[in-house]
């Protein structure tokens, strides 16, 4: 009623005015305060210092690509890893690596965290009684090209593991380390999503829907525990020249999993979500916030129709 009252005072032309006026400062302040954050993040590197939280970090996927270079780039900076992937042998020579380029402890624990639930017991066996500064939920299952989802091929399957891989880790993984970060009052919780969380994308449904889970979660956690001391962090990758994204030359807007890791452990303690690396927090800015979801997801709907096109003509060329 108040604000009827104070219309018929104020012309239209006037209110529409000052309403423009309040929504224009409103965003420009939302916008100049999330480029402080990202200047500080990106540009001036103040983010908190990880290694002072614990003596270990705990990766998991740490054999190639982003997982990889988080156990490097946490080892580089003095911490002790434990190393957690499938293959007993790459992990052997991963941890035998950064033991001797970086002098630090290493451990490793070999499971496939698509099988879920049975595989932590193991993993809580060994990690008992570690100080575990550092939790990198990293490990991660994408589809082996577009598709849509009738047609993923073994789909039940890939149901079951994608959610084991993508989901249940983060949850079991969490349950295991929170409780003595939480007894400490000091942890960090990184958590590996992907820009494909930023909308919904199709040809990749199951694949973007987990990777919301896992923003979701991040986020909501952090709001319960950073009162505790606990920092919990989204990352939301685009493109990250690796295995899994195929692609092996690294450019400025596809990085290599080392420049996009070091730059995305500068935004720890600064943002709770992040893009991690500049030029994709520009590509997210534009994609999330500037762009209407529907177009962005018809402009992704175009793109993966022709990658797929583009895997199925190999397949069939390979005889598959
Ligand atoms: N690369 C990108 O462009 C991109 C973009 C956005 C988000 N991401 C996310 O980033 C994360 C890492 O991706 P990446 O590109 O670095 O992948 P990657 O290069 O393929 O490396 C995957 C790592 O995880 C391990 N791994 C795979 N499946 C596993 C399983 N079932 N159980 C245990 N370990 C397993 C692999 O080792 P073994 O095979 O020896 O087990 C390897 O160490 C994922 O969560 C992904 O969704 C990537």
């Known amino acids: ?5 104070k219309l018929d005072f104020l012309p ?5 005015y000052w309403l423009g006026l309040a929504a224009a400062g409103w965003i420009s302040l939302k916008a100049a305060c999330q480029l402080v954050n990202a200047a500080r ?9 990880v290694e002072s939280f614990g003596r270990w970090a705990v990766v998991t996927g740490a054999t190639d690509g982003i997982g990889k270079a988080y156990a490097k780039e946490l080892a580089k900076r003095g911490m002790s890893i434990v190393l957690i992937s499938r293959n007993e042998e790459k992990l052997d020579k991963v941890a035998k690596e950064i033991k001797e380029q970086f002098g630090v402890e290493t451990k490793i624990i070999a499971v496939d965290f698509g099988e ?8 809580e066996s060994v990690l008992a009684g570690l100080e575990i500064g ?11 090209y577009p598709e849509y989802f009738l047609d993923v091929p073994d789909l039940d399957n890939v149901i079951t593991k994608m959610i084991n ?31 494909s969380a930023l909308y919904p994308v199709p040809l990749l449904t199951l694949y973007s829907a987990t990777k919301t889970f896992v923003d979701f979660f991040s986020r909501a956690l952090h709001a319960e525990y950073n009162y505790k001391g606990i920092i919990v962090q989204s990352i939301l990758p685009f493109y990250v020249a690796t295995k899994m994204s195929k692609l092996r030359t690294p450019t400025m807007q596809k990085p290599s999993a080392e420049t996009y890791v070091k730059a995305a452990l500068n935004t720890v303690g600064l943002q709770v979500q992040t893009n991690g690396y500049l030029p994709h ?10 762009l209407p979801v529907s177009l962005v997801m018809k402009q992704a709907m175009k793109m993966n129709q022709g990658i797929r096109a583009r895997s ?5 060329e390979k005889g598959d």
């Open 1 to 5: 009623m108040g604000s009827m009252m």
């Open 12 to 16: 239209a032309s006037e209110f529409f």
């Open 41 to 49: 993040a990106f540009l001036f590197s103040t983010g908190v210092k």
């Open 116 to 123: 879920g639930p049975p595989i932590y017991v193991v993993i």
């Open 134 to 144: 550092v939790l990198v939920n990293n490990v991660g299952l994408s589809y082996e």
């Open 165 to 195: 891989i993508n989901v249940m880790s983060i949850c079991k993984m969490t349950r295991i380390v929170l409780p003595s970060m939480v007894q400490r009052s000091k942890g960090i919780i990184l958590n590996v999503s992907s820009a």
């Open 281 to 290: 927090a520009i590509m997210g800015w534009i994609t999330a916030s500037l």
């Open 312 to 316: 199925l003509k190999k397949l069939k």
